[in-house]
C-alpha cells in the first residue's frame, strides 16, 4: 500500500467523531490565504508527445475543478440534519479552493504547452449527473471525485520530473484529502441504521465504478506514455474507494481496526507531502 492511501487512512483515524463545521470553515479560511503557486516550469524531462497527453488530461480536470460552482448556492435553501451556517460557509470556501485547483491546473497546461478546453464527455458527464440529482447525491458525487482527484494527480506526480508541476499537483492531493475527509464526514453522520448503509454502500460502489470506468478510458493514452499500469491505478482507486467507504459507514462506531493492521504502523503524524514524492 502506498503512502497516499495510508495518509487519507490516518486522516479518517484522527478525525473526531463530533460534527464541527466551524473547524472545517476556519481551514478552508486559512488555505484560501495561501499564496498562489508560480508554475513556470515547461517540464524538460517530458517528451513532446508526453507533455501533449499530460496537457489534455490536465485540462480536462481543470474543467471539472472549476465547474462545482452551483452547489455553493443551492445549499442555502436546503434544510437538512447536520447543515447550518457553518457547514454552508465550509462548502462555499469549498469550492472557491476547487476554483484555486482549476486557476494551478490551468497554469500547468499552459507551461506544458497546451490549451484549455471548454467541453469533454467525461465532465459533462459528472456535471449533468449533479445536474440531475437532489443536493445529497450530488456531494456524493463530489466525494467520488475526491478519490478520483487522489488517486489520478498521484499517479501523474509520480511520473512527472521534479518541478513546479509536480509541486503544484502535491499540493492539490493534500487539498483532496482534506475534501474527502470534509464529504466523507457528511454522509458519516448520516448513516445510522442498516438500510441507510446499504443505500449508501449501492450508490457509492456505482458511482465509483462509473468513475473509475470513464476516467480510466479517457486518459488511457496518458497513462499509456507515462508507463502507469491500469492494474495499479484499479488498484489504488478500489483500495481508497473501499476504505472511504468503511469509514463512513463506521463512522458512529468507535472501531479502529485499520490502527492494528502492520501497514498502518508508520511513525508519528503524517509526514510531508514532499516525503511522499519520494
Ligand atoms: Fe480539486
Ligand atoms: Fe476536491
Same mark, same amino acid.
Given at each position: ?79 437538512? +440534519? =447536520? ?9 462555499? &470556501? #469549498? @469550492? ?5 485547483? /482549476? ?83 457528511? +454522509? =458519516? ?9 446499504? &443505500? #449508501? @454502500? ?5 458511482? /465509483? ?70
Amino acid at each position: 500500500m502506498d503512502q497516499t492511501t495510508l495518509l487519507a487512512i490516518h486522516d479518517f483515524e484522527c478525525e473526531s467523531l463530533q460534527v464541527d463545521w466551524g473547524h472545517w470553515a476556519g481551514h478552508f479560511r486559512r488555505n484560501a490565504n495561501r499564496p498562489f503557486p508560480e508554475i513556470r516550469d515547461p517540464a524538460f524531462g517530458l517528451t513532446r508527445q508526453t507533455r501533449c497527453f499530460v496537457a489534455r488530461s490536465l485540462a480536462i480536470f481543470q474543467l471539472g475543478e472549476a465547474g462545482e460552482g452551483r452547489i455553493a448556492k443551492e445549499i442555502d435553501s436546503v434544510s437538512l +440534519f =447536520g447543515v447550518d451556517e457553518n457547514y454552508r460557509e465550509a462548502l462555499k &470556501l #469549498f @469550492v472557491r479552493e476547487e476554483g484555486r485547483h /482549476a486557476r494551478i491546473l490551468g497554469d500547468c497546461v499552459t507551461q506544458l504547452g497546451g490549451e484549455l478546453i471548454q467541453s469533454n464527455w467525461t465532465e459533462r458527464l459528472f456535471r449533468t449527473g449533479r445536474r440531475l440529482l437532489g443536493i445529497r447525491l450530488k456531494l456524493l458525487v463530489l466525494l467520488v471525485a475526491e478519490v478520483v482527484g487522489i488517486c489520478f494527480y498521484r499517479k501523474l506526480a509520480d511520473k512527472l520530473p521534479p518541478g513546479a508541476i509536480r509541486k503544484a499537483l502535491m499540493e492539490i492531493i493534500s487539498d483532496e484529502r482534506k475534501h474527502l475527509r470534509f464529504h466523507a464526514k457528511f +454522509f =458519516g453522520i448520516r448513516v445510522r441504521n442498516e438500510f441507510s448503509r446499504l &443505500l #449508501f @454502500v449501492f450508490l457509492w460502489r456505482a458511482l /465509483a465504478l462509473a468513475a473509475c470506468a470513464s476516467v480510466l478510458w479517457d486518459h488511457r493514452s496518458t497513462f499509456q506514455v507515462l508507463g502507469v499500469s491500469f492494474r495499479e491505478a484499479i488498484a489504488k482507486f478500489s483500495k481508497l474507494t473501499l476504505v472511504t467507504e468503511r469509514r463512513i459507514t463506521q463512522w458512529n462506531s468507535q472501531v479502529s481496526e485499520f490502527r492494528e493492521e502492520p501497514w498502518f504502523k508508520y511513525s508519528g503524524s503524517a509526514p510531508d507531502e514532499t516525503e511522499v514524492v519520494q
